[in-house]
């Protein structure tokens, strides 16, 4: 049985032995795991775990980012609307279809803004939207699925732990987890829920909250993000944290893989941009 991998600037073919051992180079590993044989992935765990990870730990955005829920949040916005209002929710242009919704939450650099500037929803109206997100979510039975190759980026830099900082409800995203077996892999989970109402991504609380979870004192960390706001909240937590005088660094990727606008049009530009979710292994071995 034959697979490859790919180094920076060719490709090497290893044969498996009988015994079921290879030899595998670690240094510069760009893997072409995703399309070979399942049956390999141990193997290349092993060897990625001698791989010098260039950050202490991976911080994630969920929606858009490790899973597609496009379509099951703007069901659940839907029902929620109508609830709260008693009237359709193609009253509002952003609820006619799901790419205007989409546009609506790229444009929004949070669900408060979305609620008070696509609906004009008052603030008290929208305490009340976030107090009836979990359990409307939970209600909701739309399909979602975790983006192709997730499993294999996480297997492949278990070295370093993960954590997530979502607008999304934790209940919600642990028991998606939970569901698809992956709850093992992240460290810390921080949802809406665990931070202020008023303080929601880009303040910087839930991912600093995140990074003291991880038990990260200095060094360099990555958050990846489908959305401006992503990139916005890594920025303002380094400059909280250089206020306090930690020696923290946040990179940031954008996950255009899940994204429905360029990140080249952002204001604020990402470290690194991943066109495909196999992308973050390669980012992660980066070497500055």
């Known amino acids: 049985m034959l697979y490859r991998l790919s180094y920076p600037s060719t490709f090497a073919e290893k044969k498996i032995h009988h015994s079921g051992q290879a030899e ?4 510069n590993l760009i893997i072409q795991l995703f399309e070979i044989d399942e049956v390999l992935i141990p193997l290349l765990i092993a060897a990625m775990k001698k791989v010098k990870m260039n ?27 109508e609830f709260v209002t008693d009237n359709p929710a193609e009253y509002y242009d952003c609820m006619k279809a799901l790419d205007n919704y989409n546009a609506a939450n790229s444009q929004a650099h949070n669900w408060r803004y979305l609620y008070k500037n696509f609906f004009h929803f008052s603030e008290d109206q929208i305490d009340m939207i976030g107090k009836l997100w979990t359990q409307f979510q939970l209600e909701d039975n739309t399909e979602i699925t975790f983006f192709p190759n997730l499993i294999n980026v996480l297997k492949l830099s278990v070295q370093i732990p993960h954590g997530i900082v979502s607008q999304n409800s934790r209940q919600i995203i642990l028991e998606t987890l939970k569901d698809n077996d992956l709850d093992t892999y992240f460290q810390s989970i921080i949802g809406y829920e665990e ?19 991880l038990g990260i004192q200095s060094g360099k960390i990555v958050y990846i993000g489908d959305h401006e706001t992503d990139i916005r909240t890594a920025e303002n937590a380094e400059i909280e944290f250089k206020k306090q005088k930690k020696n923290i660094e946040i990179s940031t990727i954008a996950a255009y893989y899940g994204n429905h606008d ?27």
């Open 262 to 288: 360029d990140p080249a049009l952002w204001k604020v530009k990402p470290d690194y941009i991943a066109h495909e979710i196999k992308d973050i292994i390669t980012i992660l071995q980066k070497d500055e």
């Open 55 to 81: 950050f202490k730990a991976v911080i994630w955005d969920y929606d858009g980012t490790l899973i597609d829920t496009s379509q099951k949040n703007f069901n659940v916005t839907r029902k929620i609307i």
């Open 24 to 27: 595998i180079n670690p240094n």
């Open 195 to 213: 931070v202020d109402l008023q303080r929601q991504k880009p303040h910087p609380e839930g991912l600093i909250r995140c990074i003291e979870d």
